[in-house]
Nanobody, 124 residues
Framework: QVPLVESGGGLVQAGESLRLACAAS????????MGWFRQAPGKERQLVAA????????AYAELVKDRCTISRDNAQNTVYLQMNSLKPADTAAYYC?????????????????WGQGLLVSVFS
């Protein structure tokens, strides 16, 4: 487990945007792929987006790929998730996670360290 701290969640109206951030400290952030997952009430946790260590590869869930952008700043040890045109269906707890390798991994089992999660609530 490595420290990951998410920020940027909150309550927003449908159609608005949010940018989530996840800050790492005390380890070689630049060596590992990172991912954002979400878990809606009563549902399993699922991948939202993933990014490789040098940002050369990205992966998105089909439901969000046209509305979300994952990025990272290795100098700041931070990974971001920009979410636009938010919908009530995007309401969930969002988690960032560090992968076991430098690739943009898409399976939850490929991630070994998780942030505490933050809540995004979208109302119509």
């Amino acid at each position: 487990q490595v420290p990951l701290v998410e920020s940027g969640g909150g309550l927003v109206q449908a159609g608005e945007s949010l940018r989530l951030a996840c800050a790492a400290s005390g380890w070689r952030f630049d060596l590992f792929g990172m991912g954002w997952f979400r878990q809606a009430p009563g549902k399993e946790r699922q991948l939202v987006a993933a990014i490789s260590r040098r940002s050369s590869n990205k992966a998105y869930a089909e439901l969000v790929k046209d509305r979300c952008t994952i990025s990272r700043d290795n100098a700041q040890n931070t990974v971001y998730l920009q979410m636009n045109s938010l919908k009530p269906a995007d309401t969930a707890a969002y988690y960032c996670a560090a992968a076991t390798t430098g690739a943009a991994r898409t399976r939850e089992s490929d991630y070994v360290s998780w942030g505490q999660g933050l809540l995004v609530s979208v109302f119509s």
